[in-house]
């Protein structure tokens, strides 16, 4: 599913956010990214979808060299992925359900059928309340769910996550994982970037570990990494 080859990200002047990293994602699988504030996770996943392009190297996703898309290629492949970003980015003038319906219209889902799909997902993210309201006047744990519920409303077959539940308390963290543990059951690969520690003891699934740019650790490969 994913595949990273020597790859490298530089951003200027010079500074190497991610250094030769090699990493093999197969399909169906549940992989955390785990590493310190500033490790280089945010960066993996804004490779993956293309909101950045690699310095160096050759990456695969879902059997695409992605380093060489052109802008239709590009929207071609997020169509495929469900996107959780770190900080939401929401449509502040849309009301929840249409925020996350419109995902599901602007690749072709008649507009009924959208709004059905999005009021399903946030009645099981716990928002069937709240789906009439504007991000503004959402607390930030309720924007997450919302944008999980953006994520998943195409039934992607890559799910990357950028610390989605680094807004939510405890039970509500575990309720989000739960969902994203269902998405992965039915087959969905899932990429989750996280420095909550405790979410890592707590699921007992795949950890890559960054640091300052540089695989150190992968729980599937003990002791091999830096070797490749
Ligand atoms: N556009 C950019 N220009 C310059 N430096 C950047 C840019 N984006 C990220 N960086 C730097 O790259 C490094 C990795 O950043 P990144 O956001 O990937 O870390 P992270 O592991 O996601 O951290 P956090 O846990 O705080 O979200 C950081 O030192 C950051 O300052
Ligand atoms: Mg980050």
């Known amino acids: 599913m994913i595949r990273l080859f020597h790859v490298s990200k530089i951003f200027p002047p010079n500074y190497p956010a991610l ?6 994602v197969e399909k169906g699988e549940f992989v955390f990214l785990s590493g310190p504030s500033g490790a280089g996770k945010t960066t993996l996943l804004n490779l993956l979808f293309r909101d950045e ?21 590009v929207a071609e492949l997020r169509q495929e992925l469900g996107l959780v970003f770190q900080e939401f980015r929401l449509l502040p003038s849309l009301t929840a359900l249409e925020n996350v319906a419109l995902a599901a219209e602007v690749v072709g889902t008649p507009r009924r059928e959208s709004r059905r799909k999005a009021f399903t997902l946030l009645r099981e993210l716990g928002l069937k309340d709240r789906h009439d ?3 503004p006047v959402l607390s930030g ?7 999980i519920a953006r994520a998943l409303v195409n039934d992607p077959i890559l ?8 807004n939510l308390d405890a039970e509500m963290a575990e309720e989000t994982m739960r969902l994203l543990l269902r998405i992965h059951e039915q087959g969905t690969t899932v990429l989750i970037a996280t420095h909550d520690t405790g979410l890592l003891e707590r699921f007992s699934h795949r950890v890559v570990h960054l640091q300052r ?12 990494e830096g070797s490749a």
Do not use: F, Y
Not at 159 to 166: F, H, I, M, N, R
Not at 213 to 219: F, K, M, N, Q, V
């Open 133 to 135: 309201c504007k991000p």
């Open 19 to 24: 250094v030769d990293i090699h990493l093999q």
């Open 213 to 224: 740019g540089r695989l150190t650790g992968d729980s599937k490969h003990p002791g091999e």
């Open 53 to 73: 392009e690699a310095t160096e190297g050759q990456i695969i996703v879902n059997g695409r060299n992605i380093t060489r898309l052109n802008g239709a290629g």
């Open 159 to 166: 799910v990357l996550a950028d610390e989605p539940t680094g």
């Open 141 to 147: 744990g309720e924007q997450q769910r919302v944008a």
